[in-house]
Nanobody, 122 residues
Framework: QVQLVESGGGLVQAGGSLRLSCAAS????????MGWYRQAPGKQRELVAI???????NYADSVKGRFTISRDNAKNTVLLQMNSLKPEDTAVYYC????????????????WGQGTQVTVSS
């Protein structure tokens, strides 16, 4: 079983910064990709940023140049540094990790964090 613990959300004024953190724990063989998604009220969950096991990243167009995703493989942690925040960034942010539980497993499994609220006031 894999547990994800998120932290770092909160209320910030437009133009401000926040850093989200997500730590994975449990017994598993390897973590593949790690990412952040968000869901605003009345909208579908969308990808914000993702990083694979060798550090390649991909961002939603709406956050490019403002958000930075990184990971610490030794700590099984993924971070999302969010700068120049805008009111439209307001959402619940979810951590997602793709985990290979056993060496013999063919596919990775998806795990989700509990979500953390980010609110940006204008």
């Amino acid at each position: 079983q894999v547990q994800l613990v998120e932290s770092g959300g909160g209320l910030v004024q437009a133009g401000g910064s926040l850093r989200l953190s997500c730590a994975a724990s449990g017994i598993f063989f390897r973590i593949n990709a790690m990412g952040w998604y968000r869901q605003a009220p009345g909208k579908q969950r969308e990808l914000v940023a993702i990083i694979n096991s060798v550090g390649n990243t991909n961002y939603a167009d709406s956050v490019k140049g403002r958000f930075t995703i990184s990971r610490d493989n030794a700590k099984n942690t993924v971070l999302l540094q969010m700068n120049s925040l805008k009111p439209e960034d307001t959402a619940v942010y979810y951590c997602n990790v793709q985990v290979v539980i056993r060496l013999s497993d063919r596919d990775a499994r998806d795990y989700w964090g509990q979500g953390t609220q980010v609110t940006v006031s204008s």
